[in-house]
């Protein structure tokens, strides 16, 4: 599994970004991005950690639906954390709220598309 590595200056970085957006590629062929200036349900989310995978051999509802029971088995309290509304046929999309249930969600991840 890749070294979680987060520049100690990302919120700057994402600042910087005329998307307010900062990529990752380390975890190909998961895209790893973290938004600043979102909202949810009308309130302002600081950060949000997404993660999206192009699927092969299925949906990214089937992936999606695939990584919910992954959750709920290996670590049940990140299960109410993840936010799936974005994925779609192509793409598996999942996105939080803390770069700690986006580093716990990569752990149960990774080792279903390597």
């Known amino acids: ?10 919120q700057t970085l994402i600042d910087a970004d005329d998307d307010s957006m900062w990529d990752c590629d380390d975890w190909s062929p998961i895209a790893l991005t973290v938004s600043g200036d979102t909202q949810h349900d009308g309130r302002e989310i600081e950060l949000a950690w997404q993660i999206e995978y192009e699927t092969i051999g299925c949906t990214g509802y ?5 990584v919910m029971a992954a ?3 290996g670590d049940p ?3 109410s954390l993840l936010n799936c509304g974005d994925t779609e046929s192509a793409a598996c999309v ?9 580093r716990r969600l990569l752990e149960i991840v990774w080792p279903m598309v390597t």
């Open 94 to 102: 999942i996105w939080v709220e803390t770069e700690d249930a986006c």
């Open 62 to 66: 089937e992936f999606c639906d695939r």
């Open 77 to 79: 309290d990140l299960a």
């Open 1 to 10: 599994m890749p070294e979680w590595n987060i520049p100690s200056d990302l």
């Open 71 to 73: 959750v709920e088995t």
